[in-house]
Every structure is written in structure tokens, then in C-alpha cells.
């Protein structure tokens, strides 16, 4: 299994309009980051986790020519506005979107012209199902794992990571109940979101998500869902065993 960043900032993306900051002004290629989404790939098949802004140019600069699944964590718009480029993978047959009830139902309300049989050819052509919490399930043949987690006080807007075998990713997310961590037990890799140093409301800080990590057990930590705050290199200096992602970087011979 393969798993590739296509975006690891958040949702103002690196750099942020009208910022001349030292990290949105670097010159280190890492420092530029769209809005946080992966690509997973095994035995010929794909699954994108969110589809954020800059969703086509992510799948342009990858080469990408076909899709088997999209992942939906929840439906802010930095993780969702790019739904309608999957138009160009929906029109021999339905494209099939996962996740949990609310957001389904906020996608097939806010584009409900991706649902409809009789909309224009040209139209995204999609198809919900529904993701029961911590139960897995085959998708495309690619064995996946719904992590229920919150994002800050907003209790109201459920948010799913996703496990893949040793791998889980885990973005906008500032409590892990106690049966997730004990769904992510085995895990050796975990990319989790971790917006800044300073603590935020509705993210963990790369402190909260370092020390999520070393309770599951991760051998690996990388963070994504960055801000402009911090650069890469800066972050690769903060722990031994935890690493900045970046926009492209791949992580292969995933188990």
C-alpha cells in the first residue's frame, strides 16, 4: 500500500493570501501547502480521503487518471469544495462517496445535483453510503476503518479518520475518544493533524497530536493540517520520531 500527501495545510493554505510572513514567503518547496487530503493506492486501486480547493491541481501534479472512492472526514469546505472534479470520473458510472450520516446528508443537500439521475451528462455523478463508526469494511478492496473523533466544541458536525491497516490518518480533531485509541492499536504510522504550537480550539496543537500518537503507539508520527506559523524544517526539529508532511511526500510498502 502506498499513501500520498496531496495537500497538508489548512484551510487557508500556505501561502495565505496577503501574507508576507517568513513560512509564506520560504523558498523551501515543503512550506507550500494545499488544503490536507491523501491519496491511498493498492493493487491498482484509489481512494482520495477529502477533496478540498485545490483538489484537480493535486490529482494533475500526481498524474491521476482514475479514482475508485472518495472518503469524506467531514464537510467543512477547505475538506469538500473540490467535489465537483470528480465529474470527470463519474460518467461511465457512479462515483460512490463515504462517510458518516450528517455529512452525507450536508453533500447530497449542498450538491444535490450530483444525485440527480436525470441532471446534466456533464454533472458529477454520485452515490452515498454511509460508514457505521469503528466497523471496517472493504472499499475497492482496500480494508478501511471509520475513527469517530471531535473537532473542537462542535459536537454537532461528527468527524471521521480513517484507518488503513498500519496507517491512519486523522485531521481537524482536538479529542480521541477511548475506543478509538483502542481502535488504532497495531497502528506503526499515524498522520494526524497538528495546526501550530500554540493550543487552538478546534485543532490539536503538535503537542496534543504528538502525544495522541505516542498513546497509540505510532512508530511514526507525521503532522498535516498545518498553518503558516511553522515551517518544515522547523517542525522536523521539535521530536525524534515525528516529521512535518508535505504536499507530494509518499509513503510506501505500507502494511
Known amino acids: 500500500m502506498r499513501v500520498t500527501f496531496l495537500g497538508t495545510g489548512t484551510s487557508h493554505g500556505i501561502p495565505v493570501i496577503g501574507c508576507h510572513c517568513p513560512v509564506c514567503t520560504s523558498t523551501d518547496s515543503r512550506d507550500k501547502r494545499y488544503r490536507s487530503s491523501i491519496l491511498v493506492e493498492d493493487r491498482g486501486s484509489r ?10 491541481l493535486q490529482l494533475l501534479r500526481e498524474n491521476i487518471d482514475h ?30 462517496v463515504y462517510s458518516n450520516g450528517p455529512t452525507l446528508k450536508y453533500i447530497e443537500t449542498h450538491y444535490s445535483y450530483a444525485f440527480d439521475e436525470s441532471s446534466y451528462p456533464g454533472n458529477p455523478h454520485l452515490c452515498a453510503v454511509e460508514l457505521a ?6 472499499i475497492a478492496g482496500i480494508n478501511v476503518i471509520p475513527l469517530p473523533v471531535e473537532h473542537g466544541r462542535m459536537t454537532h458536525m461528527p468527524i471521521y479518520g480513517y484507518r488503513f491497516s498500519s496507517f491512519a490518518y486523522i485531521t481537524d480533531c482536538t ?20 495546526l ?31 498553518n503558516h ?23 510506501e510498502n505500507l502494511e
Request: proline share 3%.
Open 229 to 251: 506559523e511553522t515551517s518544515c524544517s522547523e517542525i522536523d526539529s521539535l521530536y525524534p520520531d515525528a516529521f512535518s508532511a508535505y504536499d507530494g511526500l509518499r509513503l
Open 175 to 194: 479529542y480521541i475518544p477511548d475506543e478509538v485509541f483502542d481502535a488504532l492499536k497495531g497502528v506503526r504510522i499515524l498522520a494526524i493533524g497538528g
Open 67 to 96: 479514482l475508485d472512492a472518495v472518503l469524506y472526514t467531514h464537510s467543512h469546505a477547505d475538506h469538500l469544495s473540490g467535489i465537483d472534479d470528480l465529474r470527470v470520473f463519474s460518467q461511465k458510472k457512479n462515483m460512490t
Open 47 to 56: 481512494i482520495v480521503v477529502d477533496t478540498g480547493y485545490e483538489f484537480r
Open 133 to 138: 463508526p469503528l466497523e471496517s469494511v472493504s
Open 196 to 226: 501550530r504550537k500554540r493550543p487552538h480550539g478546534a485543532h490539536f496543537c503538535f503537542q496534543e497530536a504528538y502525544d495522541a500518537g505516542k498513546r497509540i503507539g505510532a512508530e511514526t508520527i507525521y503532522f498535516t493540517h498545518i
